[in-house]
């Protein structure tokens, strides 16, 4: 299978290598295609600079990367290089896509603005089995653990049938012996970092962020993360709620024949078509706006 690796914290970062090694070992060809910077909290953002509408390249690669694997350095959101990964923008489309290593968990309901994550809910959303991977450190000194939950991880995506689901995955930084195992979790109620407003001023917000505390809630990805047990939930992109609400709807004064003529733009930037992704891929040093 053909494994595309990226992440949002930017092409210099160390665990870009240990996801694309772990597929390597798994005999996986790879290719590694991630932000020129760090893109924390772009969630699905496809946002990029370009330079006369060509998505623009840096020559860079991870520390350690082999010499084998083609990388890419791009001046684009995590989620935007796996939209345009679907359609051949670095070699034939990914079978998968693995995120990561994410410096920092990635846990509860604030997965939702993860750029980790977001660029594997992109790929899912093209049909692209995908995982994100995040260990709870900004520094972290235990790869070795990570590396090891991560081929777990993907040995089991790459046998599932289904491609409209993302696994995600959060290790501890500890050594592998130390690590108290694997469990599926639920998504808390909070995320790892809570932000308050600090301060309102005329003009301006000022916020604070801390650590959040682990909640009773057992079962949960920060609860079991926070008691030494890498976890693995599943999440989804968007999708329709058939919960059974009655929303409410009314008919406009247009009817019969005359409804039948009208055809309106929707506007469309993005698609799925190959004509809609956003320009070439060029490759360019300089800044663009």
Request: charged fraction near 20%; charge should be negative; proline fraction near 5%.
């Amino acid at each position: 299978m053909r494994v595309l690796v990226t992440n949002d914290d930017g092409i210099a970062s160390a665990g870009l290598t240990v996801l694309a090694e772990a597929a390597l070992e798994a005999g996986h060809e790879v290719v590694v295609a991630a932000p020129h910077r760090q893109y924390s909290g772009a969630s699905a953002a496809l946002t990029a600079q370009e330079q006369d509408g060509h998505l623009v390249l840096v020559d860079e690669r991870p520390p350690g990367l082999p010499d084998g694997v083609t990388a890419f350095g791009v001046k684009a959101a995590p989620a935007l290089i796996t939209f345009v990964a679907a359609f051949g923008a670095f070699g034939p489309k990914p079978d998968v896509v693995m995120s990561g290593i994410n410096l920092g968990a990635n846990t509860g309901r604030a997965t939702l603005h993860s750029g980790t994550v977001g660029a594997a809910l992109s790929a899912s959303s093209h049909g692209i089995r995908a995982m994100a991977v995040s260990i709870a450190s900004a520094k972290p000194q235990h790869w070795d653990t990570a590396r090891q939950v991560s081929a777990r991880g993907l040995h089991w995506l790459v046998e599932q049938p289904w491609h409209d689901r993302v696994l995600n995955i959060n290790v501890p930084d500890v050594a592998p012996d130390r690590l108290r195992g694997l469990r599926a979790a639920s998504l808390a109620s909070f995320g790892a970092v809570q932000a308050r407003v600090k301060e309102k001023g005329s003009g301006y917000v000022q916020l604070t962020y801390s650590g959040a505390e682990a909640e009773e809630e057992p079962g949960t990805d920060h609860y079991l993360l926070a008691r030494g047990w890498a976890t693995i939930s599943m999440v989804r992109a968007p999708v329709d709620d058939e919960t059974g609400i009655v929303l409410p709807t009314f008919d406009g004064a247009v009817a019969g024949d005359d409804a039948e003529k009208i055809h309106v733009s929707t506007g469309t930037v993005m698609s799925s078509g190959n004509d809609a992704v956003a320009g070439e891929i060029a490759e360019d040093d300089e800044e663009s706006a």
